[in-house]
């Protein structure tokens, strides 16, 4: 990766959903609101700062590039556009949750 970009993995468990009555909702309904998604960083280039490799982010999965790699489907995006990492490495402070 070069620059600022991260290769993110989504996570597999972004498919449907059950809400809090355990209606299912499939991953093709469409929400009125945007909706964030989680995701696994595989790769990031040597300017990003904030994400490491094995890091889960938050991001918009409206402003991304999808690219594939040996048969599986990744994301490229800037680090500017993760809204938030969730890291083992931050559990030692607060909430590991970085925002």
């Known amino acids: 990766m070069l620059h ?3 290769l993110c993995e989504a996570d597999r468990e972004a498919g449907e959903r059950r809400s809090s009555a355990g209606i299912v909702i499939p991953a093709t309904a469409a929400m ?14 040597p300017q990003a700062r904030a994400v490491e490799v094995g890091d ?3 991001f918009d999965p409206e402003d991304k590039a999808e690219v594939e790699v040996h048969g599986e489907t990744y994301t490229v995006m800037r680090e500017r556009d993760v809204h938030a ?7 030692d402070e607060a909430a590991g949750l970085y925002l």
């Open 32 to 45: 009125g609101a945007r909706r964030l998604a989680w995701g696994r960083v595989a790769a990031v280039g």
């Open 85 to 91: 990492v969730a890291a083992d490495r931050l559990a």
């Open 4 to 6: 600022d970009r991260i």
């Open 56 to 58: 889960r982010v938050l």
